[in-house]
T-cell receptor, first 113, second 113 residues
Framework: DAMVIQNPRYQVTQFGKPVTLSCSQT?????MYWYQQKSSQAPKLLFH???????NEADTPDNFQSRRPNTSFCFLDIRSPGLGDAAMYLC????????????FGPGTRLTVL | AQSVTQPDIHITVSEGASLELRCNYS??????LFWYVQSPGQGLQLLLK??????LVQGIKGFEAEFKRSQSSFNLRKPSVHWSDAAEYFC???????????FGTGTRLTIIP
């Protein structure tokens, strides 16, 4: 089945230790998104790629970076995680044609010690 | 700027009872509307969407939603809920052409036997 895969599902890191979260898709979608979702809140868009074009949200901290080496993969790098970065990180994809629904992965739960 | 309001933070219903979750949007042009469901610790799954045409849309798992332009609403309904419907529900609107969703704050649904 075509899908969005996130690895790992659970990630524990130490305060200030860089961490990378991974997302892959078999949908061949043009657009890939990264969201941060804290407990009992709506997902908050961090950035998205339309093909190779990177689009950063204005309020996304510089601590968060992203890479998309090819159509299928996208990575979220957190350079120096703080306690406030503990959250669920969701990856999503869409076709990016006119209005298109987004398909979400299962998320990675990040814990910062 | 567009916005989405879900006035009910938490709703409790008995299994087998009917359900209506409210969603109001603020958007100048024709909105593109979505309902997503999120089970604990999981990603978001699309229940249904409205782009145009018939204002009553059917979705998965027996859900439906009705778009009412005069009330700026897109309420989600189900005639008889099941214990497995317990989850968080998010209403969202997409701005045509910018590939981004604006989410409401979500409604947590609890089902009692």
């Amino acid at each position: 089945d075509a899908m969005v895969i996130q690895n790992p599902r659970y990630q524990v890191t130490q305060f200030g230790k860089p961490v990378t979260l991974s997302c892959s898709q078999t949908l061949n979608h043009n657009v890939m998104y990264w969201y941060q979702q804290k407990s009992s809140q709506a997902p908050k868009l961090l950035f998205h790629y339309y093909d190779k074009d990177f689009n950063n949200e204005a309020d996304t901290p510089d601590n968060f970076q992203s890479r998309r080496p090819n159509t299928s993969f996208c990575f979220l790098d957190i350079r120096s995680p703080g306690l406030g970065d503990a959250a669920m990180y969701l990856c999503a994809t869409s076709r990016g044609v006119e209005v298109a629904e987004q398909f979400f992965g299962p998320g990675t739960r990040l814990t910062v010690l | 700027a567009q916005s989405v309001t879900q006035p009910d933070i938490h709703i409790t219903v008995s299994e087998g009872a009917s359900l209506e979750l409210r969603c109001n949007y603020s958007y100048g042009a024709t909105p593109y509307l979505f309902w997503y469901v999120q089970s604990p610790g999981q990603g978001l799954q699309l229940l249904l969407k409205y782009f145009s045409g018939d204002t009553l849309v059917q979705g998965i798992k027996g859900f439906e939603a009705e778009f009412k332009r005069s009330q700026s609403s897109f309420n989600l309904r189900k005639p008889s809920v099941h214990w497995s419907d317990a989850a968080e529900y998010f209403c969202a609107v997409e701005d045509f052409g910018n590939e981004k969703l604006t989410f409401g704050t979500g409604t947590r649904l609890t089902i009692i036997p």
